[in-house]
């Protein structure tokens, strides 16, 4: 980690959130007392800012400064507002495709995702705050700088992506294998978001109700699911091809 995404010390990460910066995760030692601390712990809240209360050798390991018990993760990229997003879409001429990540935790697959987003004209990614994986060096890197060209924006719940998208005029489609219906049956030439859920667990039940659509990839093989980010890629390309 360096320093250009890594904040240390309780005074410079609390003058860090009341400046906006845009941070991903803060690092809290477990077990420490005092007024700043409290002070910290009561922002993160109130901002809705991810956290985790961790031994000091873990935040010894983050950085070799003098962290003071607090070490934060600054993303290298600027988020987005939602409505900022979708409005500045909605208004270009281009038919909008979102892409919703559903507590998608892996960094190198979120990269990737990005990566394969940018090169089929993704309008934007949208990602929940807390549970998400964060937008660190190796997401970066396996975007191949895509994360700067892609705008990503950050929600308090993946469902109030949904409804917005929906009252937009957005039809929103979830990948899973819980469905009969097929990708190839779904009609993403209109303005459209494509959900992708989590590595192991998928898209949650909660999102699966709320969406319009669900779809899945035709699995030949015996293995019974494919990487989330190769399965995001298939969708994106059948979104590519039906534009086309």
């Known amino acids: 980690m360096n320093k250009t995404t890594q904040i240390y010390g309780i005074r410079a990460i609390i003058e860090a959130i009341n400046s906006n910066e845009p941070i ?6 477990k077990g420490l007392r005092g007024d700043l601390y409290r002070d910290l ?28 018990g607090a070490v934060a993760n600054i993303s290298p990229i600027t988020f987005h507002e939602i ?12 038919t ?4 919703i990540l559903d507590q998608l935790s892996d960094v190198r697959n979120f990269g990737a995702i990005i990566r394969t987003a940018e090169c089929t004209g993704v309008s934007g990614i949208i990602i929940q705050k807390k549970g998400a994986a964060p937008v660190t060096a190796d997401t970066i890197k396996t975007s191949a700088g895509a994360a700067f060209k892609v705008p ?3 929600v308090d719940h993946v469902k109030d ?3 917005y998208l929906q009252a937009s005029g957005i039809q929103v489609t979830a990948a899973t294998e819980k469905t009969t219906n097929s990708i ?7 303005a459209c978001a494509i959900i992708m859920g989590a590595e192991d667990r998928g898209v949650s039940p909660s999102v699966l109700k709320a969406s319009d659509n669900l779809a899945k990839l035709p699995l030949l093989g ?6 989330v980010s190769v399965a995001c890629a298939v969708f994106l390309y059948e979104v590519v091809r039906q534009r086309m």
């Open 161 to 163: 992506a949904i409804f």
């Open 184 to 190: 190839y049956d779904i009609d993403f030439s209109v």
């Open 152 to 154: 990503i924006a950050k």
């Open 83 to 94: 409505e900022e997003l979708v409005e500045t879409v909605m208004g270009s001429e281009q």
């Open 41 to 68: 712990e009561r922002l993160l809240r109130k901002k809705g800012i991810p956290n985790s209360y961790v031994p000091v050798e873990k935040l010894n390991r983050l950085t070799p400064n003098n962290h003071q």
């Open 222 to 227: 015996e293995i019974e699911s494919l990487n």
């Open 24 to 29: 991903d995760k803060v690092f809290l030692q």
């Open 96 to 99: 909008p495709l979102f892409l």
